[in-house]
């Protein structure tokens, strides 16, 4: 069991449906980050969160919206997706003010888009 | 562009035997460097971290790294079928004023250890 918990573990959905992908962690970290990861590829980072505040965006298209509520909860809104789109999301959380500490993985969301 | 390089794999070692994967990072700020394993269809897990020159030892597991070659690798010994997975190699290097850097992951390299 890892200590970052992602909901759902499965996601199917539609291009023209709206989902959120949930990810919870108990660690006391203050930075949290959502990688998508494709077949045979290593993750790619798409956005990182510093004391609830959007510190990176990798470029991610619009059609990702992330959202931190709170120190545990970090959200990756989902809209009109393409099927480009499917794959491992990650969520993944460490330490803020120690950058030699390494980052602790979520399980991921399997989403596939149809 | 800071880039991470594995040897490319797949690798494929009897049971028993030591495995060997190795790294190779471009970028000389990099300040922290890790090893994760991902079964397939599993999210990565962290195996092993390393920080300073020399080796660190758990277990079956040595990382070993050498800042002046810009070089990590990874030494399994007494390999076994459970090794099997994909081994990636990740660095951490500071990123826009940031205090906890960006990670960086290689491609990584496939494992198989054969009964």
């Known amino acids: 069991d890892t200590e970052v918990t992602q909901t759902p573990k499965h996601l199917v959905m539609g291009m023209t449906n709206k989902k959120s992908l949930k990810c919870e962690q108990h660690?006391?970290?203050?930075?949290m980050y959502w990688y998508k990861q494709k077949a045979k590829k290593p993750p790619e980072l798409m956005f990182v969160?510093?004391?609830?505040?959007?510190?990176i965006n990798e470029s991610v298209p619009s059609r990702f919206s992330p959202e931190c509520p709170n120190s545990s909860l970090l959200n990756l809104h989902l809209h009109a997706l393409q099927p480009e789109d499917s794959a491992l999301y990650l969520c993944?959380?460490?330490?803020?003010?120690?950058?030699?500490?390494?980052?602790?993985f979520g399980d991921g969301t399997r989403l596939s888009i149809l | 562009q800071k880039e991470v390089e594995q040897n490319s794999g797949p690798l494929s070692v009897p049971e028993g035997a030591i495995a060997s994967l190795n790294c190779t990072y471009s970028d000389r700020g990099s300040q922290s460097f890790f090893w994760y394993r991902q079964y397939s269809g599993k999210s990565p897990e962290l195996i092993m971290s390393?920080?300073?020159?020399g080796d660190k030892e758990d277990g079956r597991f040595t990382a070993q790294l050498n800042k002046a070659s810009q070089y990590v690798s990874l030494l399994i010994r007494d390999s076994q079928p459970s090794d099997s997975a994909t081994y990636l190699c990740a660095v951490n290097s500071p990123a826009g004023g940031t205090s906890y850097g960006k990670l960086t992951f290689g491609q990584g390299t496939i494992l198989t250890v054969h009964p």
């Open positions: 969160y510093s004391y609830e505040k959007l510190s």
């Open positions: 660690m006391g970290h203050r930075a």
């Open positions: 993944a959380s460490s330490h803020v003010r120690a950058p030699n500490q390494p980052q602790h």
């Open positions: 390393i920080y300073s020159n």
